[in-house]
């Protein structure tokens, strides 16, 4: 809702009480209380305990509502509503502030036309300073299927990333390539035997992959294949400049490819790192560990630590093999400690699927027992599993596979829709409106969540689809395009008395809650509850274009209304960009 109206409400309820204005401001949220022009703020004192006398023991209790009423009664009575207030009434110890919809109408459109693209963006209390993010996603496995799980971590992390990066903070976005091990001894000598060059220069992802395939199936009737992929990556982890160079061209082909996918989901960024790069860091630290007597041997000979009390669910963490070699934890761990001396970072995310939350403990907890404060500042934001996702082909193994099937199908549903709008470039269109129904239909939800992919139900434009969205953009849009008035037009010289049909009404107080739902997101990590607040605002948009006409109607009227849905537009564009979605003006 309008951050100005909050604050001015905070600053009267701080007056009153002896809370203050930073603690009230984030609790006032909108109360849905049944009527169409009811626009209501309430603050519940069993929540903010505003009391200043209540004991912490009794916070637990269950509340008693007439003593509740009874303070809350105490504190309305303190407080001078001004003009933009009707009344406070109290229920059940929640305060409710009545506000007057022409006041939300004219400050929220206003708002939104100063602001534009900075709409919905406010630093709130204790998150105001600008902190140094670092957040890792997609990671995917060179030579290896890229699949749904990397995508999920790839749409999500965006999401994340957008979101700090609009809250003002600095942001960092890391891919960690998965390049090293034995399976990369594999690759090589595979290569020796199965690969092609120019395949190699035209699709190195699928190619190197077919290979890798072609090399295990290879290796289960001749042995000898494995000793050799031993060897050449025992020679990778000595030093050998000829398995490097290998290994690096490699990585820099499938890099190459793998950006030319991700601009296809508008996704980028600021780092490309890997495995390998910290391959003489990690056995430094293994010494490490092994001199400060933290690293002890297993009867399996492997260099082990006792986390027991600090990390008792997962209690042993194995950080070398027999061999004396490191593992993806010793190098994660490497790889930790060297970006806090480049970024000095204050928080960094790592969004991975939930069954690696044994990973991330103990590499939270082996921190810990080398005292690493910044163990404090990791956090793995997990997801759950996509169930179903493959194209005609079977099981899409390779992103380009999915996003090919979302930009084929929704191509063939425009040919098939009467109403599409001849487009200069169809594909580009296609492809927007496909990758939008994707991110959609994985942000909307919970993501811790597994859920199951439905093509034809995820590209439809009717229901909560990211096609929706972008029709209802689009519609806006020519709205806006067939009714032309000039945005300079001053706000001073709008009646906004004229708004005052409850379609009206609402979308306007609606839109004034954008606010809220990216606070949430930020709060809770959760990108549906922007996801589903634009669906919602999708649908009052609709309720409002059906019963307000601009066309055929007065200039003044107009005006008004061309003002609210501009308001609209704004909002919803810079929701969409926030999942990751690219607004269409057109389709």
Known sequence: MTFIIRKLIARMVADATARSEDAILPLLTPALKGKKNSLDLKLGLSVTSLNSDEEDGSRSKRPDFNVLNEKAMQIAKKITCPDHVQNISVEKGVLYFSLDPLYVIKQVIQDVSEQQGHYGYHPYPGNDGKLNIIVEYSSPNIAKPFHAGHLRSTLIGNFFANLQ????????????????GTQFGILGVGFQDFGNEEKLRMNPIQHLYEVYVATNKAAQNDPTIWERAKDLFRRMEQGDSDALAMRHRFQNLSIADYKR???RLGVHFDEYCSESQYSSEAQNLINTLRDGNLLTTSKRGTGDINLSDVCP???????????GSSLYLTRDIAAVLDRRKRHTFDDMYYVVDKGQEGHFEQLKGVLRKMDQDCFQRIHHIKFGKVLGMQSRKGTAVFLTDILDEARDRMLHNMTQTSTTKEQEDPERVAEILGVSAIILQDLKGSVITDYKFE???????QGDTGVFLQYSHARLCSIEEMNSIPESSSHDDIDWNLLCEPEAVQLAWFISHYDVAVRRAALEREPKAVAQYLLQLGHLISRANNKLKVKGSPADVQRARLGLFRSARITLANGMKLLGMTPLTQM
């Not at 003002?168 to 891919?175: A, C, D, E, L, W």
């Not at 093509?455 to 434009?461: A, E």
């Open 261 to 263: 996918t991700y601009q």
């Open 455 to 461: 093509w034809d139900r995820v590209l439809t434009s």
């Open 313 to 323: 669910r997962f209690p042993i963490a194995t950080l070398a093999k027999s061999d």
């Open 165 to 180: 990066e609009r809250l003002g903070h600095n942001v960092t976005r890391i891919n960690y390539l998965g390049d090293w």
